[in-house]
Protein backbone atom coordinates (compact mmCIF):
# COMPACT_ATOMS: atom_id res chain seq x y z
CA UNK A 1 0.00 0.00 0.00
CA UNK A 2 1.37 3.35 -0.90
CA UNK A 3 2.36 5.67 1.89
CA UNK A 4 -0.45 8.22 0.45
CA UNK A 5 -3.46 5.38 0.99
CA UNK A 6 -1.69 4.15 4.52
CA UNK A 7 -1.80 8.40 5.91
CA UNK A 8 -5.54 8.18 4.89
CA UNK A 9 -5.80 4.79 6.55
CA UNK A 10 -5.05 6.89 9.58
CA UNK A 11 -6.89 10.63 9.27
CA UNK A 12 -10.19 11.31 8.61
CA UNK A 13 -12.61 10.30 6.19
CA UNK A 14 -12.79 12.64 2.87
CA UNK A 15 -16.25 13.16 3.58
CA UNK A 16 -16.00 13.75 6.91
CA UNK A 17 -13.14 16.69 6.21
CA UNK A 18 -15.68 18.25 3.24
CA UNK A 19 -18.17 18.69 5.80
CA UNK A 20 -15.92 20.47 8.23
CA UNK A 21 -13.99 22.43 5.20
CA UNK A 22 -17.64 23.85 4.04
CA UNK A 23 -18.32 25.61 7.31
CA UNK A 24 -14.51 26.86 7.38
CA UNK A 25 -13.66 23.71 10.03
CA UNK A 26 -15.51 25.43 12.77
CA UNK A 27 -16.75 22.43 14.04
CA UNK A 28 -13.52 20.10 14.07
CA UNK A 29 -11.39 22.89 15.52
CA UNK A 30 -14.23 23.83 18.67
CA UNK A 31 -14.28 20.21 19.30
CA UNK A 32 -11.07 19.66 19.48
CA UNK A 33 -10.33 23.11 21.63
CA UNK A 34 -12.26 22.01 23.83
CA UNK A 35 -11.19 18.59 24.54
CA UNK A 36 -7.12 20.08 24.09
CA UNK A 37 -7.88 23.66 26.20
CA UNK A 38 -5.80 25.13 22.99
CA UNK A 39 -6.55 28.31 21.61
CA UNK A 40 -8.97 28.59 18.82
CA UNK A 41 -7.56 30.67 16.11
CA UNK A 42 -9.79 32.53 12.87
CA UNK A 43 -7.80 33.32 9.86
CA UNK A 44 -9.38 36.24 7.70
CA UNK A 45 -9.64 37.66 4.08
CA UNK A 46 -9.73 41.26 4.02
CA UNK A 47 -10.08 43.84 0.84
CA UNK A 48 -7.24 45.68 1.86
CA UNK A 49 -4.50 45.89 4.57
CA UNK A 50 -1.71 47.57 5.47
CA UNK A 51 -0.77 49.38 9.08
CA UNK A 52 -3.99 49.98 10.51
CA UNK A 53 -5.50 46.19 9.48
CA UNK A 54 -6.66 46.41 12.62
CA UNK A 55 -9.72 49.30 12.06
CA UNK A 56 -10.86 46.78 9.29
CA UNK A 57 -14.27 46.25 10.37
CA UNK A 58 -15.74 42.68 10.70
CA UNK A 59 -18.52 43.17 8.46
CA UNK A 60 -15.63 43.73 5.60
CA UNK A 61 -13.79 40.45 6.32
CA UNK A 62 -14.47 36.75 5.15
CA UNK A 63 -13.74 33.79 7.38
CA UNK A 64 -11.35 31.79 5.85
CA UNK A 65 -10.18 28.92 8.18
CA UNK A 66 -10.92 28.02 12.08
CA UNK A 67 -7.99 25.79 13.07
CA UNK A 68 -6.25 25.08 16.73
CA UNK A 69 -2.65 25.92 17.12
CA UNK A 70 -0.44 25.00 20.52
CA UNK A 71 2.52 26.63 22.34
CA UNK A 72 5.00 25.19 19.44
CA UNK A 73 3.66 26.72 16.34
CA UNK A 74 2.02 23.41 15.37
CA UNK A 75 -1.56 23.81 13.72
CA UNK A 76 -3.95 20.94 14.30
CA UNK A 77 -6.51 20.88 11.55
CA UNK A 78 -9.02 18.69 9.71
CA UNK A 79 -6.13 17.52 6.93
CA UNK A 80 -3.87 16.93 9.55
CA UNK A 81 -0.46 18.41 11.79
CA UNK A 82 1.37 21.37 10.32
CA UNK A 83 3.62 23.81 11.37
CA UNK A 84 2.37 27.63 10.92
CA UNK A 85 4.13 27.88 7.77
CA UNK A 86 3.47 24.78 5.73
CA UNK A 87 -0.46 25.10 7.19
CA UNK A 88 -0.03 29.14 5.76
CA UNK A 89 1.41 28.04 2.59
CA UNK A 90 -0.57 25.17 1.96
CA UNK A 91 -3.88 25.75 3.14
CA UNK A 92 -4.35 29.35 3.78
CA UNK A 93 -3.09 30.33 0.73
CA UNK A 94 -5.25 28.02 -0.91
CA UNK A 95 -8.40 29.17 0.64
CA UNK A 96 -6.83 33.11 -0.32
CA UNK A 97 -6.97 31.67 -3.81
CA UNK A 98 -10.11 30.08 -4.47
CA UNK A 99 -12.39 33.12 -2.17
CA UNK A 100 -10.64 36.33 -3.42
CA UNK A 101 -11.87 36.69 -6.71
CA UNK A 102 -15.86 35.62 -6.19
CA UNK A 103 -15.65 37.58 -2.50
CA UNK A 104 -14.33 40.90 -3.21
CA UNK A 105 -14.78 42.91 -6.32
CA UNK A 106 -12.57 44.89 -8.71
CA UNK A 107 -13.18 48.20 -8.01
CA UNK A 108 -10.70 49.59 -11.44
Known amino acids: MGEAKSKRAIGFS ?3 VGEWESRDCVDFAVA ?3 VTGWLL ?6 DHAGP ?4 IPE ?3 VP ?5 GDDND ?21 LVRERRPRTFRSTG
Open 14 to 16: TEH
Open 32 to 34: LAR
Open 41 to 46: HVDWLA
Open 52 to 55: NSDD
Open 59 to 61: MEM
Open 64 to 68: LRVYV
Open 74 to 94: LIYDARGIKTIVDFNGSVVAR
